[in-house]
């Protein structure tokens, strides 16, 4: 039994975003833009893994999403954005509640591009940005196998799951 005066507290939190393919626009994933014929359509980078590891960080310390944080309806401030920056921002929301990053575990649902080239550099991106061990970043990429919009093209899913850490 632990003291009373030494606890680990454990958080988990889920996050989900998807984005619809768009010509003229760049594909940026984990913070790296990814060659291919199309990007993702959003009102900032539309870096749907970022998004969706902003929402499970939050969500794993009970502060909403990331649509409350950093909206749409703002005018042009978040108009682009570099969604590294709002995951920056992210980590020092949680860390001065005292959390600190213990894994993230993310999924991305892709048909096309190929991204497995690509994990490894995402992989030290999301690392370096949220100051963490890159053996604390875990991310995978798979298809649809052809099923629903994902699998017809039209546009990228990505699930993240994270546990947060702190002690009392």
């Not at 001065?96 to 999924?107: P, S, V």
């Not at 991204?115 to 490894?120: F, S, V």
Request: aromatic share 8%; with cysteine; net charge negative.
């Amino acid at each position: 039994m632990l003291k009373a005066e030494y606890r680990k507290l454990m958080r988990i939190g889920f996050g989900y975003d998807v984005h619809q393919f768009s010509p003229d626009r760049k594909l940026w994933l984990g913070g790296i833009e990814v060659p291919y014929e199309k990007g993702l359509l959003g009102h900032s980078d539309a870096d749907v893994v970022i998004h969706a590891l902003c929402d499970a960080l939050l969500g794993a310390a009970a502060m909403r999403d990331i649509g409350y944080h950093f909206p749409d309806t703002k005018g042009n401030e978040y108009e682009g954005i570099d969604s590294k920056i709002l995951l920056r921002r992210v980590m020092e929301m949680i860390r001065k509640a005292g959390y600190e990053l213990g894994n993230c575990d993310i999924t991305i649902c892709a048909q096309q591009p190929k991204l497995n080239p690509h994990i490894d550099a995402m992989q030290a991106c999301l690392a370096q940005v949220m100051g963490v061990q890159n053996s604390q970043v875990s991310i995978k990429a798979t298809t649809t196998e052809h099923l629903g919009f994902v699998g017809r093209e039209e546009g990228i899913a990505a699930y993240a799951v994270v546990l947060l850490n702190t002690e009392l």
